[in-house]
């Protein structure tokens, strides 16, 4: 049976939540976040994960250290960003990751300060086609102006870059990525920064040869011929 989960006990607006999805969902975040920790896509407290479940979020909370991420950390929020239960605050990126689910109907959002990908933030304007992986994100990755973070202008400017896409990079400052569900958010994060290290490596050995549009779409016919539901496992 269905139990109300707010920050008093009572649900909002009368509505109803799945208390054990909302526990499996916090359980998520924070494997998610202790993962991307271990891989070294967010050093300390920089970073934060999320995950829709049904009408709330759960996301991680500000300050939290994610390699050390408990479940009973992770702040649940409405879609409108108030707080329904967790004792702490929800993460300075929250706006963003609204944003995210509100206009791309995202079910997770990972935003790391990967190594790489902050590196090209700090030089591109955007990431270019060097790798047919790329076509799993939407194409070329593009770079959001600078804004401080945690302002509307920095979501502002990201969701813009992320039209049309599943990953961006932040100038000066890091990637997010958003997917279906936590799982393949994570995936995403971690393609976006391999294909960062792609192009940082070629870099030094002289300009990366990028892929022409007709090589994009070939390689898409291809996947379809052999029944890829992503190029994450094409060979």
């Known amino acids: 049976m269905s ?3 707010t920050r008093k006990g009572r649900a909002p607006s009368g509505a109803q939540f799945d208390a054990r999805a909302i526990a499996r969902a916090r359980e998520r975040v924070a494997d998610a976040g202790r993962r991307l920790a ?3 896509l967010v050093p300390g407290t920089a970073g934060n994960v999320s995950e829709r479940v049904g009408e709330l979020i759960a996301v991680s909370p500000t300050g939290a250290v994610l390699g050390e991420l408990a479940a009973e950390e992770v702040v649940l929020v409405d879609s409108r960003g108030q707080t329904v239960e967790g004792s702490g605050e929800p ?3 929250l706006a963003l990751h609204l944003g995210i689910y509100e206009r791309f109907g995202a079910g ?3 935003h790391t300060h990967s190594p790489l990908a902050t590196a090209l933030s700090c030089v591109l304007d955007e990431l270019p086609m060097i790798h ?3 076509l799993a994100l939407g194409g070329p990755i593009r770079v959001a102006p600078y804004a401080t973070f945690g302002t509307p202008q920095l979501a502002a400017a990201t969701l813009q870059a992320l039209e049309g ?3 961006a990079l932040m100038a000066n400052h890091g990637q997010v990525v958003y997917a279906g569900d936590l799982h393949e958010a994570v995936q995403a ?3 976006l920064e391999w294909a960062c290290g792609v192009y940082w490596h070629a870099a030094q050995i002289g300009r990366p040869r990028t892929l022409a549009d007709s090589q994009q779409d070939e390689v898409l016919r291809a996947a379809m011929r052999r029944g890829y539901g992503g190029l994450g496992g094409a060979a």
Do not use: K, M
């Open 108 to 110: 997770a959002v990972v």
């Open 3 to 5: 139990q109300g989960v």
């Open 38 to 40: 271990a891989e070294g």
């Open 165 to 167: 896409r599943r990953g």
């Open 189 to 191: 994060a971690q393609l």
């Open 132 to 134: 047919y992986h790329l």
């Open 91 to 93: 993460t300075s990126e």
